[in-house]
């Protein structure tokens, strides 16, 4: 069967092929067509270096590792054709320490689709049609738009670092950056009942914040922030910007938490990690998730999201080139859609 892909040939350069789907579905797997994908900034950072955090692509490869896709045959597993499934793109190896305990996002052996960090390199979901194995798939309620399941993965992503935090009812949170990834910090922050505060360059970034539950936001470099200082039990630094984290350092309360949600970037930038000592400030990392795929498929279909505020555009897998663009552009709000021709 032919179908159409995507693939990243170099840094800006995505080609569009007809491939074949093999004739035999792996005994494992599940084959699908993609409802929904979105771009990742872990995407950005192929689409732009052909690299991601010092991990270079060893040849071409389809990006995209968020998505949910409809069952086209489900090779003896219990999902029926056409149905909608998320689609948990982590590939643990199900038996080593990590794994056993439950940390799956720790699994040295993971695999993962559109990575560099995956040998030999598993084909992303910015294509038409893909095998995936079945364990990695959830069902979902009826009635579920895949517009907005897509957002299972960095959802996850982001609870599992509000999680991290101790976020709960009555938190004061801050989130630096409302990128895709610190929007959905504010989605998952706001489920668990704190107060959510924001911070980003741009208003209509604010804007979306806003509508999925921050109740304050400031515009870098407009707005007075002084009065800020030290107030947050939890600053989320998801802007993946040295200045950033400074700011997290300063606005967090003493003995309160600073979550790094972001990868930020080898910097010339001075860190004031003198204040993390003086402040006591719990510092805390964090990495794809555990069991925050459950939570994040259980708060889609709640349907208590504004998702629609949150997606940027939608492009056919044909304009997949124009899609991370538009992306790199700087100029979207929210997340860039990649959907199935039409
Ligand atoms: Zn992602
Ligand atoms: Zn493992």
Redesign the pocket.
């Known amino acids: 069967m032919g179908y159409m892909k995507s693939r990243l040939t170099a840094a800006q350069s995505v080609e569009i092929i007809t491939d074949e789907m093999p004739e035999t579905i792996e005994a494992d797997h599940v084959r699908l067509r993609l409802a929904t994908a979105s771009i990742?900034g872990?995407d950005m950072h192929y689409y732009r270096h052909f690299a991601n955090a010092g991990f270079q692509l060893h040849y071409p490869v389809s990006l995209g590792?968020?998505a949910c896709g409809i069952v086209d045959d489900p090779n003896g597993f219990p999902f029926e054709k056409g149905q909608l499934v998320a689609i948990n793109p982590v590939i643990e190896c199900g038996t080593c320490d990590k794994c056993l305990s439950g940390d799956i996002n720790m699994c040295p052996t993971k695999r993962f689709p559109g990575s560099a960090t995956t040998v030999p390199h598993i084909d992303g979901f910015f294509r038409e049609y893909f095998d995936f194995p079945a364990k990695c798939l959830r069902t979902v309620k009826e009635g579920v738009d895949p517009d907005h399941l897509t957002f299972a993965?960095?959802l996850a992503?982001s609870m599992h670092s509000v999680n991290r935090a101790g976020i709960g009812p009555g938190s004061k949170v801050l989130v630096t950056g409302c990128g895709p990834m610190g929007l959905l910090a504010t989605v998952g922050a706001v489920a668990k009942g704190a107060e959510v505060h924001v911070t980003d360059l741009k208003q209509g970034a604010i804007d979306a914040a806003r509508a999925v539950g921050a109740t304050q936001g400031f515009v870098i470099g407009q707005d007075d922030m002084t009065s800020l200082s030290g107030i947050y039990d939890v600053v989320i630094e998801a802007s993946g910007s040295p200045h950033g984290y400074n700011q997290a350092l300063d606005c967090v309360r003493k003995q309160g938490v600073v979550a790094v949600l972001s990868l930020i970037q080898p910097t010339e930038v001075p860190i004031n990690l003198h204040i993390n000592t003086l402040k006591e400030i719990n510092s805390i990392g964090s990495v794809l998730f555990t069991s925050e795929f459950d939570e994040a498929v259980s708060l889609i279909e709640s349907g208590t999201v504004d998702f629609d505020a949150l997606i940027a555009g939608r492009y056919p897998v044909s304009e997949t080139q124009a899609a991370c663009a538009f992306m790199a552009s700087g100029e979207a709000v929210g997340k860039v859609l990649i959907k199935p021709p039409v």
Do not use: Q
């Open positions: 990742c872990t590792h968020e993965e960095p992503c």
